[in-house]
Structures are given as structure tokens and as C-alpha cells.
């Protein structure tokens, strides 16, 4: 029995692809981006979420039901020592508000695809789907390959949301069972795509090559974030190298947003956004009309 760690379940999506999907969201990500709003969805192993906003001021059941002795209780608030932690969850269970939460659980395909069924007649009626998302559902292919099979088996859309960043392995064994690809371009330089996302564009891109020239529906999405990628010169040159491709004339742009944010300090992660804005209105404007130069059809958002 195949299994796999997944961190949410999103029923009656509506931005993750065509029609009413349900969005599965992968645990595990070799990319590290700076802007991730999605923090939860970068180490592959479960973690302790603590939202104190939530926490009420004198409960101790946390620290009752801890064996670990990871939290403890100072003054009014509580004191969390994920050092001492072994994720058993027996907190969480005992938090009256949700406070504490473990994020990131075991599934088998069976239950995933339990999940995925109650929307089926969305589907049907909207010419939706499932989509695959994270993290980076490849950081996981044999179970990502398994609930794709069980997908084309019932006849359900798919989609694979993905950085691009995998094998070319991996990425052959996963392809003819999916229906669209929404593939992430983030910056040309190479050097600057290390600093900022950890990882080498390279494979990125030859991944994207090799898909477009087996003629596979792509829609590229690239992200705008503001003092990273969005200047002319690299916006040319995402142009540039994808109307080289085969067959790809899809593009969304997805400007930034501090939605992700408080999700960091629940997880005790470095944020590195604190000098990122949203870019302006006009700047994704002028951004959309440099690739529409180019002779691309360009969607604002998912």
C-alpha cells in the first residue's frame, strides 16, 4: 500500500485550474523560495504548528497531555520546546481552541482518493478535477504516480502544480497521466535563482523543454515578486525562452502577497519577506503587456 504525507485537502477549489477542483497539497520541497506562502509545505516530515493568537490565557491541557515534557507553562503563557518534541499529537488533541496542530499526515492513495470522489459530481458538472499541489507533489513521485493512475482509471482531470524542480526521471514516469501542467518560471539567472530559491533553474528548464516538446498542455506561471524577479530584463528573458518552446502560449502571472506570513512564526521558520511588498497594479500591467509583446495570452492570478 503506497502511502504519503499530505498537508491539506482543499475541497471546492476554484483558482487551482479549470472547473471546481479538489487541490491536494504535498508535504516536501527541495526549493526553499524566500516568498513561499506555503511554509507548511517545504520539509516533508509532520510539524507542530503553535498559533498563539489562539492560545487561551491560563489552559494548561497542552501540558497535561504532553508525556514529552515539551511545553510548559510561564506566567499566563506557554512555552514550547519543539527540541523535546516527537509529534504524537496527543497535544493538539487537547487544545479546546486548535491552537496546536500537527501539519502534515500519513495517507494511502485509498484515502486520498476517498477524499477526491466526494467532489466528483462538481467535476462532472463543471469540467473540473483534482490538483496536485504543495510543497512540490514530485518530491513524492511514486505516490503522486499512484493517485495519478487511480485518477485516469476513473476517468478524473488532472493537474500537476509544480516548481519544475525533479528528475527527468521522475517526471517522464508521471506524464502522460496528466492532463495540464502549471509549471513555475521564476528567474533566468541561475546564480540568482540559487540565492533565492536554494536550487539550480537548470533542470527546471530543461524539464519544461522536454515537456513542451512532447507536446504536453502547459500553462507557465511565473510569480511577481518585487526586487527579486520583476525586472524588464528578466521578464524578457522568461519571454524569450518560452516562445522558444513548442506549443506553449499560456502565461499567468501570480503577484505576491503576505498571505503566508503569521504561518512562519506558528512554525518557528525565519520569515524572509519583511522587505517585500505586493507590487503595484501598474507594475503587473506593464509586466503583462511585455510578454502579450511577445504574442502570449496572459492571465492575472491562478
Partial sequence: MKTGVIFDIK??????????????????????????????????????SF????????????????????????????????????????????CPTEALEIIGREMSV???????????????????GVTFSGGEPLMQPEFLNALLEECKKRNIHTILDTSGYASLEDLNKIEDKVNL?????????????????????KQILENLKKLSEKGKKIVVRIPVIPGVN????????????IASLKGVNDLSLLPYHKGGSQKYMRLNKAFMRNKIHPPSDEKIKKIKKILEHFGFKVKIGD
Fill in 51 to 94: 498559533n498563539e493568537t489562539r492560545c487561551l490565557k491560563g489552559c494548561t491541557e497542552c501540558v497535561k497531555n504532553c508525556a514529552q515534557e515539551a511545553l510548559s507553562r510561564i506566567d499566563q503563557y506557554i512555552s514550547l520546546n519543539r527540541e523535546e518534541c516527537d509529534l504524537c499529537g496527543d497535544c493538539a488533541q487537547a
Fill in 110 to 128: 485509498e484515502e486520498v482518493m476517498k477524499e477526491i470522489e466526494k467532489d466528483r459530481v462538481f467535476y462532472d458538472e463543471s469540467r473540473g
Fill in 11 to 48: 475541497r471546492y477549489a476554484i483558482h487551482d485550474g479549470p472547473g471546481i477542483r479538489t487541490t491536494v497539497f504535498f508535504k516536501g520541497c527541495r526549493l526553499h523560495c524566500s516568498w513561499c506562502h506555503n511554509p507548511e509545505g517545504q520539509d516533508l516530515k509532520p510539524e507542530l
Fill in 230 to 241: 520583476d525586472t524588464e530584463g528578466n521578464i524578457a528573458q522568461i519571454a524569450g525562452f
Fill in 181 to 201: 501542467f502549471l509549471y513555475d518560471v521564476k528567474m533566468m539567472d541561475e546564480k540568482k535563482h540559487k540565492e533565492t530559491t536554494g536550487g539550480s533553474n
